[in-house]
């Protein structure tokens, strides 16, 4: 199985600041990689899909990179409804598999 | 509008039964493939499984292996997860999502808003 790992797992920002979270995959995943958004009690959202592409009606001020085993989500400007939690996920290969997470709070 | 509606979930004594269903609307059901996807209580996301848009090809995680079975009826709009022999460790929100998967990208786009499994005594 390929493992996600996410780091950090939490981070506090304000509103305004630019986020990155990373991740990386155990072994070489192309560009299957998907981040989705979610907040307490709601199910997850899509919001980049095969690393960098943004999925409709997601703002501009989230985007994504990278290949291979190491990607990254930014977040420019983060904006009140940014805190959430958000998760990694590789579609290259099954079982399919999430990172743990990683929560945005406010400071 | 997309629309999943899961339900079905509860609490259920541990060895139990519980069958799963969601109810698509809004989208042609029989031309995507659909997943369910858990999440135990303050954890993380679980993918547990895939099945194609007309039934022929099946695919689990490894921990529900012989135990949850996903089926779908096309013309009722509907996916299902049979699950069986359900231990303390399968208790989670379930979601059903559904996938797309095309040449290139392979996503999630579309999620219900979850029911909760409770395996207990």
């Known amino acids: 199985d390929i493992q996600m790992t996410q780091s950090p797992s939490s981070l506090s920002a304000s509103v305004g600041d630019r986020v990155t979270i990373t991740c990386r995959a155990s072994?070489?995943?192309?560009?299957?990689l998907n981040w989705y958004q979610q907040k307490p009690g709601k199910a997850p959202k899509l919001l980049i899909y095969?690393?960098?592409s943004l999925q409709s009606g997601v703002p501009s001020r989230f985007s994504g990179s990278g290949s291979g085993t190491d990607f990254t989500l930014t977040i420019n400007s983060l904006q009140p409804e940014d805190f959430a939690t958000y998760y990694c996920?590789?579609?290259?290969?099954?079982?399919?598999?999430f990172g743990q997470g990683t929560n945005v709070e406010i400071k | 509008e997309v629309q999943l509606v899961e339900s079905g979930g509860g609490l259920v004594q541990p060895g139990g039964s519980l069958r799963l269903s969601c109810a698509a609307s809004?989208?042609?059901?029989?031309?995507?493939?659909m997943s369910w996807v858990r999440q135990a209580p303050g954890k993380g996301l679980e993918w547990v499984a895939n099945?194609?848009?007309?039934?022929?090809?099946?695919y689990y995680v490894d921990s529900v292996k012989a135990r949850f079975t996903i089926s779908r009826d096309n013309p009722k709009n509907s996916l299902y997860l049979q699950m069986n022999s359900l231990r303390a460790e399968d208790t989670a929100v379930y979601y059903c999502?559904?996938?797309?998967?095309?040449?290139?990208?392979?996503?999630?786009?579309?999620w219900g808003q979850g029911t909760l499994v409770t395996v207990s005594s």
């Open positions: 999502a559904r996938r797309q998967w095309l040449v290139g990208k392979d996503l999630m786009d579309y």
């Open positions: 809004g989208f042609s059901f029989s031309s995507y493939w």
């Open positions: 099945i194609k848009e007309d039934g022929s090809e099946k």
């Open positions: 072994q070489t995943i192309s560009s299957y």
């Open positions: 095969t690393a960098s």
């Open positions: 996920q590789q579609s290259y290969s099954s079982p399919l598999t």
